[in-house]
């Protein structure tokens, strides 16, 4: 049993600078904004940080997850914390813990829970085992590009591309459901290199093309930041500017949580917006490989994009066959169609949506915006309070069976 530790010793939380991918998850996770970055690292000020383990199961890395045993007096400051290259080596305890109680040593309170996250913090019990960061920023692959095509009207403002990477002979083994982080060429404003930029796989374990060592990714150009002002995204103007044979820097992979499961008859339900689709189109792929098995379950997909058009893979995903895939497009901005979401859809499906949710083989993936989460969430309550079941309880249960899980930013 862990004894508590005397007041002057402080379980100091840490970021690890080489694992992680600087994808702001963590910051903008932390309940008490305990975590800030500079252009080198993301850091935690150990006067803020309270323990409350919020920000640790949404890191994809797992570079959030590092503790350090330290004097209090003596904590590792912000100020050093933004100038490290790597994590300080494990030192004995300053002090022998657990000679006092809690009360006599003036231990601090036990720190506030913090919110529930939305989704699961473990994988399906049958995922297969997934290998996270065999490279990093100090050994990123090269990667060759060997297909860049758009996957979005050309008249449409959706620039979205379907970018194929080939790794040649070197091991790059990944799951439906990880990422990778591209490091673009360059320096920043700071005139550092920059930092690397995540994208979740489109492709399935085996490869885009089965049997070959590539995957795909889908990026969209950004042009503009989120209130619509002009902004020049640097890692999608260069993955989407690419062409054949361009060498890229890869590192990854990433994601422990978010993959399918791999039992037979299990059913997903899929749930994206835009280029949120990349995850469900490598589980779509995974599963349409093994038809002739036999052996899936239900596939259920709500895709939500503006137009047909601004939808990526409209064409290809039409063409699957109705009873392998129930596909529910959700179209905000299509002209002469009321405006839908995919949380209306949901509700539209409730009936379907419940038989699916019945049954414990059942995964749910969400994907997208950040801004679809409670919709999302609101929208499987209502369905699941409807039937006269208590949502909190089902709830419950998806996230501790790894049956629910978010990718959104
Ligand atoms: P988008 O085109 O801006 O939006 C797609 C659709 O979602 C539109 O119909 C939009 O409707 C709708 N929408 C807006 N707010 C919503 C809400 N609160 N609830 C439900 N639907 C909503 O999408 P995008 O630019 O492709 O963005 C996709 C997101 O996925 C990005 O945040 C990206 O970072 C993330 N993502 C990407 C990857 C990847 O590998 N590339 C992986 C994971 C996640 P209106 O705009 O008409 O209101």
């Not at 060429?185 to 089965?210: F, I, K, T, V, W």
């Not at 889908?218 to 503009?224: D, S």
């Not at 038809?291 to 895709?303: H, S, T």
């Not at 995903?317 to 901005?333: G, Y």
Request: proline share 9%; net charge negative.
């Amino acid at each position: 049993m862990n004894a508590p530790l005397p007041a002057e010793v402080l379980k100091q939380h840490l970021i690890d600078p080489e694992i992680c991918i600087r994808c702001n998850t963590c910051e903008e996770t932390c309940p008490i904004d305990a975590i800030t970055h500079d252009a080198n690292n993301y850091v935690v000020d150990p006067d803020i940080c309270n323990g409350c383990m919020a920000c640790v199961p949404p890191c994809p890395t797992g570079a959030i997850d590092n503790w350090r045993l330290v004097a209090r007096a003596e904590a590792h400051s912000v100020h050093d914390q933004l100038g490290w290259e790597e994590l300080p080596k494990e030192q004995a305890p300053p002090i022998a813990a657990g000679s006092e109680s809690p009360a006599a040593a003036g231990e601090p309170p036990p720190a506030p829970a913090a919110p529930a996250a939305p989704g699961a913090a473990v994988p399906p019990w049958s995922a297969a085992h997934p290998y996270v960061n065999l490279y990093t920023h100090k050994t990123p692959m090269t990667a060759t590009v060997v297909g860049n095509y758009r996957v979005t009207g050309a008249d449409t403002d959706s620039d979205i591309h379907h970018i194929v990477l080939d790794f040649g002979e070197l091991p790059f083994p990944v799951l439906e459901g990880q990422s990778i982080g591209i490091l673009p060429p360059g320096l920043d404003a700071q005139g550092r290199p920059h930092h690397a930029r995540q994208y979740s796989l489109a492709s399935p374990r085996d490869g885009e093309r089965a049997g070959y060592n590539n995957l795909s990714l889908t990026v969209k150009r950004v042009t503009e930041d989120h209130a619509g002002a002009a902004a020049h995204g640097v890692c999608s103007n260069y993955l989407c500017d690419l062409v054949k044979n361009d060498k890229v820097q890869v590192i990854g992979p990433f994601g422990h949580t978010f993959l399918m499961p791999n039992h037979s008859r299990a059913n997903l339900i899929m749930i994206c917006t835009g280029t949120g689709s990349a995850p469900m189109r490598a589980m779509t792929e995974r599963c349409r490989r093994r038809i002739d098995a036999g052996e899936n379950g239900k596939l259920m997909l709500f895709f939500g994009a503006r137009t047909e058009r601004e939808l990526p893979y409209f064409g290809p995903l039409m063409k699957l066959p109705p009873d392998f895939i129930d596909i529910n497009l959700a179209l905000s901005r299509e002209a002469g169609q009321p405006k839908r979401y995919v949380q209306d859809l949901i509700r539209d499906r409730a009936a379907k949506v419940l038989e699916l949710l019945a049954d414990r083989n059942t995964c749910i993936y969400v994907c997208g915006l950040k801004g679809m989460e409670v919709g999302v969430l609101d929208a499987l309550r209502d369905v699941t309070v409807q039937s006269g079941q208590d949502w909190s309880i089902l709830h419950d249960a998806l996230r501790r069976e790894g049956r629910l899980h978010f990718e959104t930013y």
